[in-house]
T-cell receptor, first 115, second 114 residues
Framework: EPEVTQTPSHQVTQMGQEVILRCVPI?????FYWYRQILGQKVEFLVS????????KSEIFDDQFSVERPDGSNFTLKIRSTKLEDSAMYFC?????????????FGPGTRLTVT | AQKVTQAQTEISVVEKEDVTLDCVYE???????LFWYKQPPSGELVFLIR??????QNEISGRYSWNFQKSTSSFNFTITASQVVDSAVYFC???????????FGGGTRVLVKP
C-alpha cells in the first residue's frame, strides 16, 4: 500500500542552524501539508501546498519557514534559523484531490531537536 | 474559526472493556469532515475513520463505531472489546471543504491494561 515517507526520522541541530525536512508524498496525491506536534501537545497545522504554491498557512508559519516541491516527488520544509521552540515532531501529509474521501495520509514524522 | 475539543485527557480501562472517546467541534462551514486518528507510542498518525457532515448515519467497522450528532456537534468514537494494542493517543480532527487543513483536538490517551 502506498505511503508517505519522511527523512530523516530524527534530526538534532543547534540553535540558529538551517534544517530541511524531507517528505515523499503518495505519488498520485496533489495536496500536501506540514503539521507539527510539540511533545505532549496537539497536532498543529503549518501549511498546505497545491499546484506549486502555498494555499494556506498558519500563524506559526512565519518568515523563517518555507516549503518547496523541487521535483516531482519530494516536498520539503525548510526552517532557516532554528529556535529552541521549534523542537517538535513534524508530520508531512498528502491527499488525493479527486477522491471522495478527504482523509490526509500522514508520514511517520521527523523528530526535530534544537539544542 | 474551527475548534475541536476532547474533554477527556486520559482513559484507563481493562482489556475487553469498551472505550468511548468524546469529541465536540465548532465550525461555521455547512460542509465539513470529521476524522479520528490514532497515534501509537511509535508516534505516527494512523487514519481510522471519516464522517461527512451531510451523513449522520452511524456505522460500525470491526471493533470501531462512531456516533455523529450534528445537533450537538459531537462525533464520539467507541472501541469495543478493547485490546492492549489499542493503547495510544486518539485525536479527533475537523476539516472543511476540499484541500483545507485539519484542526485537531488535544487528544485522549487510552491505556488498556491486560
Amino acid at each position: 500500500e502506498p505511503e508517505v515517507t519522511q527523512t530523516p526520522s530524527h534530526q538534532v541541530t543547534q540553535m540558529g542552524q538551517e534544517v530541511i525536512l524531507r517528505c515523499v508524498p503518495i505519488s498520485n496525491h496533489l495536496y500536501f501539508y506540514w503539521y507539527r506536534q510539540i511533545l505532549g501537545q496537539k497536532v498543529e497545522f503549518l501549511v498546505s501546498f497545491y499546484n506549486n504554491e502555498i494555499s494556506e498557512k498558519s500563524e506559526i508559519f512565519d518568515d523563517q519557514f518555507s516549503v518547496e516541491r523541487p521535483d516531482g516527488s519530494n516536498f520539503t520544509l525548510k526552517i532557516r534559523s532554528t529556535k529552541l521552540e521549534d523542537s517538535a515532531m513534524y508530520f508531512c501529509a498528502s491527499r488525493q484531490r479527486l477522491q471522495v474521501s478527504y482523509e490526509q495520509y500522514f508520514g511517520p514524522g521527523t523528530r526535530l531537536t534544537v539544542t | 474559526a474551527q475548534k475541536v475539543t476532547q474533554a477527556q485527557t486520559e482513559i484507563s480501562v481493562v482489556e475487553k472493556e469498551d472505550v468511548t472517546l468524546d469529541c465536540v467541534y465548532e465550525t461555521r462551514d455547512t460542509t465539513y469532515y470529521l476524522f479520528w486518528y490514532k497515534q501509537p507510542p511509535s508516534g505516527e498518525l494512523v487514519f481510522l475513520i471519516r464522517r461527512n457532515s451531510f451523513d449522520e448515519q452511524n456505522e460500525i467497522s470491526g471493533r470501531y463505531s462512531w456516533n455523529f450528532q450534528k445537533s450537538t456537534s459531537s462525533f464520539n468514537f467507541t472501541i469495543t472489546a478493547s485490546q492492549v494494542v489499542d493503547s495510544a493517543v486518539y485525536f479527533c480532527a475537523l476539516g472543511a471543504a476540499a484541500g483545507n487543513k485539519l484542526t485537531f483536538g488535544g487528544g485522549t490517551r487510552v491505556l488498556v491494561k491486560p
